[in-house]
């Protein structure tokens, strides 16, 4: 199938940007080329995108969706993690705007063989980047109880995790989990019957917890914000789309910390740490989608921008 994602947020996100033509930009999770395919077309002849994906199909369809700009475009297979190496490596210092889209793409939610999928069979699988060596079963089959409970927990906001792990362990002990199908089962066996016909499919949030482990994408994003800020050149802009609220919950704590990072006692008169702002956050209260987008593309439900904005000094 060919790596379709309907961009959320894009007017929102390409607007938040306030594109420069001769500047450069970064997209850190390209995706099939959506938001950057948008970003491009306002760039003028002196302008450059750069491109940053883990995943091999979305690094080959973003290639072909944005052959039309030519070298104003330079795609590059890596995680937004190591997007300070990426730029050393093209020889660029600062840029003009930085840009995430952390959902899952719908290819990757659609496409059964990846393993992110809970409503079909497939093999446990979810990884974002395929030259990872573990993938999901590795987790599921050999994480202990109080472990698993952790991250269903944690990161899936799971009021049943621990019987959900408890259910994991016991059926491990008879075979190793191999697919989908067979954890979806257990997940189900776990949850009270009544519960089941509410909020949603019973494995989504054990099915996401999984995944954020597997791919380390909280972690990932803790540690790249402020070397992203640090990146920017005065008036340069980051952009990010969260989808879960953890992940919301750091980009907020870092932009404003960002923005005032003083750490002197409140009766101080004058700052005595000398830590000096970054910049501004644009947005005090998160973007989020229309009642149209939400109309068409249900994926965007959970979606909130949040900007921030380099000081220009």
């Not at 001769?22 to 099939?32: A, C, H, K, Q, S």
């Not at 740490?273 to 249900?298: D, F």
Request: glycine content about 8%; aromatic content about 6%.
């Amino acid at each position: 199938m060919t790596f379709d994602h309907k961009s959320v947020l894009l007017e929102e996100t390409v607007d938040s940007l306030n594109i420069c033509p001769g500047g450069i930009y970064v997209d850190g999770t390209l995706g099939g080329g959506g938001h950057a395919f948008a970003v491009a077309g306002r760039l003028g002849a002196g302008g450059r995108l750069i491109g940053i994906d883990q995943d091999a199909d979305a690094v080959q369809a973003a290639s072909e969706r944005l052959k039309p700009f030519g070298s104003q475009v330079t795609i590059v297979r890596s995680n937004y993690e190591h997007m300070d190496q990426v730029l050393d490596d093209l020889g660029i210092g600062t840029v003009n705007g930085i840009y995430l889209d952390l959902g899952v793409s719908s290819y990757q939610l659609d496409t059964v063989s990846r393993g992110f999928t809970y409503r079909e069979d497939a093999p446990l699988d979810m990884r974002m980047d395929q030259r990872n060596p573990r993938t999901a079963a590795d987790i599921v089959n050999t994480y202990s109880e109080g472990d698993l409970y952790r991250v269903i927990r944690d990161y899936g906001d799971e009021k049943f995790a621990k019987n959900i792990a408890k259910h994991m362990v016991k059926f491990r002990q008879e075979k190793p989990f191999e697919t989908t199908g067979e954890l979806i089962q257990v997940i189900k066996a776990a949850i009270p019957m009544k519960m089941r016909a509410t909020g949603g499919h019973p494995a989504k949030r054990t099915f996401q917890a999984i995944r954020i482990e597997l791919n380390q994408e909280l972690e990932v994003l803790e540690r790249s914000i402020d070397r992203m800020t640090d990146r920017l050149c005065p008036g340069g802009r980051l952009s990010i789309i969260t989808f879960h609220s953890l992940e919301d919950r750091i980009v907020k704590n870092h932009f404003r910390r960002n923005e005032n990072p003083c750490t002197c006692p409140p009766e101080f008169p004058v700052c005595m740490c000398g830590k000096k702002s970054k910049g501004r956050v644009i947005t005090r209260k998160p973007l989020v989608p229309s009642e149209r987008e939400l109309g068409e593309n249900s994926r965007s439900k959970s979606a909130k921008l949040r900007v921030f904005e380099r000081a220009a000094w």
